[in-house]
Nanobody, 125 residues
Framework: QVQLVESGGGSVQAGGSLRLSCAAS??????????MAWFRQAPGQEREGVAL???????TYADSVKGRFTISKDNAKNTLYLQMNSLKPEDTAMYYC?????????????????WGQGTQVTVSS
């Protein structure tokens, strides 16, 4: 079993930045076969994928955040990050960290084995 704990959310004005962290309870972040991802869900909307990080270091971003968000990891700390710059009000959502222990990264959330509890991001105009 893997526990994922997100932190770093908060309230910022449009144009601001936040860095989310996701601490894993064991060595899933650094495993070459794993996929780590960030998802988000706004009230009344479906959950959507934001950024994916394959174990080999390959990253993929949703079009809505490309060029503004960066997913990265620190293997020594077993922690996943999401650096969010130039934030917009439409980025307001609960952000979740997810992990897939074996396999390719996918946008569909049901492919992931573990989820964090979420951290709220609110961007005001």
């Amino acid at each position: 079993q893997v526990q994922l704990v997100e932190s770093g959310g908060g309230s910022v004005q449009a144009g601001g930045s936040l860095r989310l962290s996701c601490a894993a309870s064991r060595y899933i972040v650094s495993t070459s076969t794993s996929c780590m991802a960030w998802f988000r869900q706004a009230p009344g909307q479906e959950r959507e994928g934001v950024a994916l990080l394959q174990g080999d270091g390959t990253t993929t971003y949703a079009d809505s955040v490309k060029g503004r968000f960066t997913i990265s990891k620190d293997n020594a700390k077993n922690t996943l990050y999401l650096q969010m710059n130039s934030l917009k009000p439409e980025d307001t959502a609960m952000y979740y960290c997810a992990a897939r222990e074996w396999g390719w990264c996918m946008w569909a959330g049901n492919n992931y084995d573990y989820w964090g509890q979420g951290t709220q991001v609110t961007v005001s105009s």
